[in-house]
């Protein structure tokens, strides 16, 4: 299965660019949407997710387009092990 990980946070977020980084070096396809000029958005990410922080780490089925919550930050981790 073809998966590319979408994460929405804010750049100023440890958590988040440690996301990023993480899927930079394991080569894994991803996508980071920074959305610190814009908290508003995160806020409505966060109750549609049902998640409290960023980053908010979703798995894409680039075959099928399906889309999954993995989580946060550890959460990726754990998930491509």
Known sequence: MAERFIIFGRS????CIQAADYC??????YCFADYASRPEILEDYKLFYNQKT?????????STGLVKKVGGYTDLLD???
């Open 54 to 62: 960023v980053p908010i780490i979703l798995a894409n089925d680039k």
């Open 79 to 81: 998930y491509l092990k």
């Open 12 to 15: 100023s977020c440890s958590f």
């Open 24 to 29: 930079s070096a394991k080569g894994v396809d």
